[in-house]
């Protein structure tokens, strides 16, 4: 705003009058009313308020914008996530119908249609991977609640022994021990209930089959890193336990055996035993021929008492899969797993689904 400072203008008019007689009156008048002259403070106040506003404003205005691209970004990400997962799910139920159409039921190995990976790009981008893995290549740790009966078999603590000292543990019988007390159904034993409380551990056994994997964790004797590398103390130079056991959610009256068709060559040196590396050899030479669609072949070969002992853990076809699907679009990538059981008749439910990264 304009102001006029008396004071200034008289000072202005005599500075002129001092300098000669034409310049006196009108001349400095003029000038005292047309010249807008203000303390050089009060104008610098007002700059400095109007500045400050204005840069108060820019600031909330850029913060405002920032939050409103954020959360675009968040929106779409999600958005992008969610179709990625939606193209996973699709490809899983696929998976679960080739499982169902499978023609043979009595016999499964690695040549049949469900055991092909199966590879997706749409127009768009996407990528979707999924291939089906036979879960009974591997030796169930949920046996351990299996009873023996009057049929001669091996127990199954014995077979989780051999198995543990395979990967890595050299003391296994303490640890097999406790594994066995957290899921048999009964609280007999050295590892059952009374000694969670008493060494004032945090977990208890249920007294049921695992759940997962994740589960083992919890019992007494394992650590976190045991299940992906081995070993009693988890020290990775051994064969990691998750590549020749599994964990299937059931209650178990009977073994969950092993597909002599899928199963890898070490885990069938364990379970044969020692000296019976011909069978073993047997075994691989034959499927790769053609698959096993019984166990009669191996008969003559295989050392009679233990194979009598043993028969019950192992068989040529599958009732577990594992599905695994990824989804990698433009922006994301993410993975889905199913667990699957498969009824002798074919009907294919899902037991556990993981949506994992
Ligand atoms: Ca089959
Ligand atoms: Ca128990």
């Known amino acids: 705003m304009p102001c006029l ?25 003029t000038s005292a009313v047309h010249e807008s002259v203000c303390p050089r403070s009060r104008c610098g106040s007002a700059l ?16 405002l914008l920032k939050e409103a691209a954020g959360s675009t970004r968040l929106a779409r990400a999600r958005l992008d996530r969610e179709r990625a997962y939606a193209l996973t799910a699709a490809a899983i139920e696929r998976a679960l119908q080739r499982l169902a159409d499978d023609d043979d039921l009595l016999t499964d190995h690695l040549r049949e249609p469900w055991a092909q990976p199966e590879r997706i790009e749409t127009p768009d981008g996407d990528l979707i991977e999924t291939v089906i893995e036979d879960e009974q290549r591997r030796f169930d740790l949920n046996n351990l609640a299996v009873i023996p009966g009057t049929h001669p078999m091996l127990p199954p603590s014995d077979l989780v022994v051999d198995l543990l000292r395979f990967c890595g543990d050299s003391d296994p019988q303490p640890r097999v021990a406790a594994l066995k007390d957290w899921i048999d159904a009964d609280m007999d034993g050295p590892y059952e209930l009374e000694f969670y409380i008493q060494a004032n551990l945090p977990s208890r056994p249920p007294n049921a089959p695992l759940l997962s994997p994740d589960e083992i964790v919890f019992v007494h004797g394992f650590s976190s890193k045991w299940w992906h590398r081995g070993g009693a103390e988890g020290a990775s130079d051994h064969c990691p336990p998750a590549r020749v056991m599994t964990v299937l959610p059931s209650p178990h ?51 009679p008492v233990r194979a009598l002992r043993l028969w019950a853990y192992v068989d040529v076809r599958s009732e577990w899969f594992s599905v695994h699907s990824t989804a990698t679009t433009p922006r994301v990538r993410v993975h889905v797993h199913a667990l699957v059981h498969r009824t002798s008749d074919g009907v294919v439910r899902v037991v556990r689904w993981d949506r994992g990264r």
């Open 5 to 29: 400072s008396t004071t200034s203008v008289s000072s202005f008019c005599r500075t002129a009058r001092g300098g000669s007689d034409r310049s006196r009156g009108s001349p400095c008048e």
């Open 48 to 63: 400095v308020l109007v500045l400050t506003v204005l840069g108060t404003l820019l600031i909330v205005l850029t913060y």
């Open 253 to 303: 009256t009977h073994p969950v055996p092993v597909n002599l068709n899928t199963a890898p060559e070490e885990l069938l040196l364990v379970l044969f035993g020692p000296g019976q590396r011909q069978l073993v050899n047997l075994v691989c030479t034959l499927r790769d021929t053609a698959p096993l669609r019984s166990l009669e072949p191996l008969v003559a070969v295989a050392e």
